[in-house]
Nanobody
Framework: QVQFVESGGGSVQPGGSLRLSCVIS????????MAWYRQAPGKERDFVAS???????YYTNSVRGRFTISRDSANNTIYLQMNDLKPEDTAVYYC?????????WGQGAQVTVSL
């Protein structure tokens, strides 16, 4: 069974930080590239960052230098440390494989950045 469970969202002011977590089904975590995506209100879901089993990491340009993706193999978990948050980072954040392989999504983690 494919399962993604995101947590750690919240509301912060511009310049603030949040750390998201995603627990992933064990069989998926060990076999796929894992990634974070986000969906802003009224927009499509977009790629944010990915990490391979050998820790090759990729970021979309708008978050590079501010966000850090990491993985904890012992706990089948990936993280997204988000610093210097901007209002345009407001979105629901999801984890999944990259490329998308399963038509299954968790509930997501809401991140709101505003004054």
């Amino acid at each position: 069974q494919v399962q993604f469970v995101e947590s750690g969202g919240g509301s912060v002011q511009p310049g603030g930080s949040l750390r998201l977590s995603c627990v992933i089904s064990g069989s998926i975590f060990s076999r796929y590239v894992m990634a974070w995506y986000r969906q802003a209100p009224g927009k499509e879901r977009d790629f944010v960052a990915s990490t391979t089993r050998s820790n090759n990491i990729y970021y979309t340009n708008s978050v590079r230098g501010r966000f850090t993706i990491s993985r904890d193999s012992a706990n089948n978990t990936i993280y997204l440390q988000m610093n210097d948050l901007k209002p345009e980072d407001t979105a629901v954040y999801y984890c999944n494989t990259w490329p998308l392989t399963f038509d299954a999504w968790g509930q997501g983690a809401q991140v709101t950045v505003s004054l």
